[in-house]
């Protein structure tokens, strides 16, 4: 057979659709999602139904048959044969068709069985309504246990302790609130059901409407990336509004909430913030991750925005729906009255923005225009008489000003102001590109025209300055994270020139555990840190008096004594440190008073002591800067990574970001930039810079070490010393050198299914291996990483139009298919959702990498089934690769538990026809196409 493979066809549910195929996959999509029996169902059982006032089961009947939504209802009830007038049944198997939504307001107590009989009669989703569950105890929890039991792969539920579900498009109303949404663009998802009818009441006067709402109440079942997924497809939802109490399956609001934020705006007000921090652990770390710094932590890395009031909730939805993302943090203020422009500045610092620095041209222009006595800065004041003229020149001279990132336009009703007129001006600006333009008209009724002219312009208004500073200033934090999420990253193993040694440094983790310990030594942790490539200081181990006089003479005076134990954690707090020692009487009286504060020491544990000798280390001088970094666990998150200010008074600054495994360099980059120290780490006062570009490498070198070696409780290098550049070369010839560090194992009692998980699934190296083509060709198969893009680059560039067209159903230009906003939705993936294989070749004679092939398999929501694509470079056809990429790919769709594999293959690509079949999948033509399945269900 010819091996002249093409791609399928396959895309990502949530990326923006770029062509009639993308759409149309993202309309199967949603087609096919197991939540569709709860939005848009064609049949719906009230279990529990009564016409008693004031009874929830009435209020939600009333509520479906008060608001038509195309399909019929069915009151449940075993002693009525009507309920309202409808026709009831005394129990859903009773129904003449099937039911696609039960709604649940039956006592918490029979829940269990309604359910059972639900599963039974063919039910496809439920709506639990009633309370009394797990908020009332022991009892409760156990009611959960059994639903759970009962309706798992057989009926998806919404519950229990909810509100409901309201579908506003459609005039579904599955809820027991008092008055129906209005349609809007908002998908709304609140863990509180009383929050949700406060939102709704607030909604009518202020004219916002929704998509969907949803209370999820206890999460039994559907919880967030359920519902950000459905919304994520949903072609009604622009953006996703989230009340949070709590988290729930950490990887799957991660997971789903990466995908989506991309192309839909995710704002989430989480409950809780000022709860008590986690108890202090043994490490610094620990100690410093309070468990709401860590959810900050998650928000930035999946692409979410945190708010704190229920008003910059919805300000920054609306805003985000109307204006373009900045692209920085600078805004620039134009107004007539001064006192408002201060305090949209005072609030604008405070909250990390900036005031755009004019320009020397934009001066000049505006001394053209404005009177003599205008402010000549930013704030553009351009005094209490301004005409809508003046608003409308300064502004289109300032919206031109490169140093800015967004605009503000504040309007105070002074003798000669017009509102209403200066609002017609300012919308010819509505849209100024990769700037947001905001207003705030103070006042009353005499600026209520202009506010109306505006909005309708999709110009946001505020009615005062510090709330729209604000909501810039969220803007800006969205975007950057955003930014932060999808700009390509440096490959660190290339960089390095080195892989890490994983072999070495699980086996100093097993010998340690071996001995029944959990506290490796310095000596053993900083082995484990050099065999991932992070640099620390010499040390060696003395027994004895005399031992530590020879090692000292060896290194070099002056030195620093250690001590050496398997059971004291923080060594300078028993005495354990002795610093600058000179020669060798000092080291001998260093060893004493160390062996002496070490006995003097808590009692140790059975069978072990406290003071095993000393570590000997070269005395670095420290002409450069203190760091730390470190991990521990969260209960929620698993492990989480910390940076910043590091040295003996770490937890009396706390200048300290978090952040999740696993990292690339531009996410270490951001981890950063979040601290204070990162200021003096650019070089200040005429210190040069440290090398940040190789502090980021470090930090993806230490984040690997915790993703893979999985027994590590806790971790710290404190400190690891930045040396500014024209200092590096201490001690060794490093900029950057572990100078102490400390491993915490996970107990005895912890098996390894016991061991936390990570909150984001990393690089899956289980899939990297060599393979030899037919011809020969010596090749490397592995999953694709968000360095890959440049290579995907040159990978489109060796396509032909034919190649294209088999793979896109239709010709895209080679510009389009390698714009960096495409690129980022093929090459940062979620490796939960879906798996892409490249085949990667090394020239043996420059060194140069190239991707030859790919090969994609992409989950599909809600499901065990997933799609198939393969794409191969015209010149490197004919090599085995589609048949190899194929083969792996339908592995790993067994690996990860899949029960179908499909695909849809153009009538005139043959070749990937006789590869499929060849493969095992069953081809069936639909008009011009072949639609391709494997089932994995049977062996």
Not at 3 to 19: F, L, N, Y
Not at 418 to 445: C, I, N, Y
Not at 625 to 648: K, M, N, R, T, W
Not at 853 to 865: D, N
Request: aromatic content about 6%; glycine content about 8%.
């Amino acid at each position: 057979m010819d091996d002249k493979e093409e791609e399928s066809r396959v895309k990502p549910a949530s990326a923006k659709p770029a062509d009639g195929a993308d759409r149309a996959l993202d309309v199967l999509r949603f087609e096919r999602d197991s939540l569709r029996a709860i939005f848009a169902p064609k049949s719906v059982a009230v279990i529990g139904a009564t016409e008693k006032e004031g009874r929830v089961g009435r209020t939600v009947l009333w509520n479906l048959i008060g608001n038509p939504f195309g399909g019929t209802v069915y009151p449940i009830n075993k002693r009525h044969k009507q309920v309202l007038g409808i026709r009831a049944y005394s129990s859903v198997g009773r129904v003449p068709e099937p039911v696609d939504l039960a709604i649940i307001v039956t006592p918490a107590a029979t829940v269990p069985g309604v359910v059972s009989e639900c599963v039974a009669a063919g039910v496809k989703g439920a709506i639990i309504i009633s309370a009394g569950f797990k908020e009332a105890g022991a009892a409760g929890v156990e009611l959960e246990r059994q639903i759970a039991e009962t309706a798992r792969g057989r009926m998806r539920l919404i519950g229990p302790n909810c509100l409901g579900v309201m579908r506003p498009a459609t005039h579904l109303n599955a809820t027991f609130a008092s008055a129906m949404a209005r349609p809007g663009t908002v998908g709304f998802i609140s863990q509180s059901g009383a929050l949700l009818t406060a939102v709704l009441d607030w909604s009518f006067r202020e004219n916002v409407g929704f998509s969907a709402c949803v209370s999820v109440g206890s999460m039994l079942d559907v919880d967030w990336g359920d519902l950000i997924n459905f919304l994520g497809d949903d072609p009604h939802t622009h953006s996703i509004m989230i009340y949070m109490e709590s988290i729930g399956d950490a990887r799957s609001f991660i997971s789903a909430a990466r995908e989506v934020a991309l192309t839909k705006p995710i704002i989430v007000i989480k409950a809780g913030r000022t709860a008590a921090a986690a108890k202090a652990a043994a490490s610094h770390t620990g100690a410093l991750a309070g468990s709401d710094d860590v959810l900050d932590a998650v928000f930035r890395r999946c692409g979410v925005l945190r708010v704190n009031s229920i008003s910059d909730l919805f300000h920054t939805t609306e805003v985000l729906a109307k204006q373009p993302r900045p692209s920085g943090p600078r805004l620039t203020i134009v107004t007539n009255a001064g006192g408002p422009g201060v305090l949209a500045t005072d609030t604008l610092i405070a909250l990390g923005g900036e005031l755009a620095e004019l320009s020397a041209s934009t001066l000049q222009a505006l001394d053209r225009v404005l009177p003599p006595h205008w402010s000549h800065g930013n704030p553009i004041d351009i005094l209490g008489d301004a005409d809508p003229e003046r608003y409308a020149q300064a502004l289109e001279i300032a919206a031109k000003d490169p140093n800015s990132d967004g605009l503000l336009v504040v309007l105070t009703p002074q003798a000669m102001t017009d509102p209403t007129e200066t609002a017609r001006r300012l919308t010819a600006f509505a849209v100024t590109p990769g700037k947001p333009v905001l207003a705030s008209w103070m006042g009353g009724k005499d600026v209520a025209a202009g506010e109306a002219i505006l909005n309708q312009a999709n110009i946001p208004t505020f009615g005062y300055p510090d709330t729209a500073t604000r909501t810039f200033t969220l803007m800006w934090r969205y975007a950057y994270n955003l930014r932060g999420l999808y700009e390509t990253p440096t490959l660190v193993e290339r960089a390095t020139a080195a892989a890490p040694d994983r072999a070495r440094a699980q086996q100093f983790i097993l010998d340690a555990r071996a001995s029944g310990r959990t506290l490796l030594s310095e000596f053993e942790s900083k082995q484990v840190l050099a065999a991932y490539g992070i640099p620390t200081v010499s040390t060696r181990i003395a027994g004895g008096e005399d031992e530590a006089v020879q090692c000292a003479s060896a290194i070099g005076y002056p030195v620093v004594l250690k001590l050496h134990s398997h059971t004291i954690t923080h060594k300078t707090d028993v005495g354990g440190v002795q610093l600058d020692l000179a020669d060798a009487e000092a080291v001998r009286r260093a060893y004493r008073a160390i062996e002496s504060a070490a006995k003097a020491a808590r009692e140790p544990p059975a069978g072990g002591k406290h003071f095993l000798g000393v570590a000997v280390q070269p005395m670095v001088k420290l002409e450069g800067y203190e760091l730390i970094i470190g991990s521990s666990i969260d209960a929620q998150f698993g492990p989480v990574l910390l940076f910043g200010a590091g040295g003996q008074l770490v937890e009396v600054f706390r200048d300290r970001a978090l952040a999740l495994p696993p990292l690339n360099t531009t996410l270490a980059q951001r981890m950063i930039e979040q601290t204070t120290i990162h200021k003096a780490l650019k070089g200040v006062r005429g210190r040069a810079p440290v090398d940040l570009a190789a502090l980021a490498r470090l930090l993806v070198q230490f984040s690997q070490l915790v993703v893979e070696q999985r027994w590590i409780k806790e971790i710290d290098i404190n400190p690891l010393l930045a040396a500014p550049a024209p200092s590096a070369g201490t001690a060794g010839g490093e900029g950057i050198i572990a100078l102490d560090a400390r491993i915490v194992l996970h107990g005895p009692d912890v098996g390894e299914a016991q061991l936390p998980k990570l909150a984001i699934r990393p690089y899956p190296v289980q899939y990297v291996s060599a393979w030899t083509s037919k011809t020969g060709m010596a090749v490397t198969i592995r999953p694709i990483r968000p360095e890959d893009e440049p290579l995907m680059v040159r990978f489109h560039a060796t396509l032909s139009e034919e190649s294209v067209y088999m793979r896109y159903f239709h010709y895209i230009q080679y510009n389009q298919r390698v714009a960096h906003e495409r690129l980022t939705r093929l090459c940062f993936i979620d490796y939960d959702r879906e798996m892409a294989l490249v085949v990667e070749r090394e020239d043996p004679k420059t060194g140069e990498h190239a991707i030859l092939a790919i090969g994609r398999l992409s989950k599909l929501h809600q499901t065990a089934e997933a799609e198939f694509a393969i794409l191969v470079s015209d010149a490197w056809q004919g090599h085995g690769f589609g048949g190899e990429l194929l083969r792996r790919l339908v592995q790993i769709g067994r690996d990860e538990k899949l029960e179908r594999i499909v695909a849809t293959i153009l009538a005139g690509n043959v070749a990937m026809q006789g590869l499929s079949r060849k493969t095992g999948f069953k081809l069936k033509r639909v008009e011009s196409e072949f639609h391709a399945e494997l089932d994995l269900s049977r062996p």
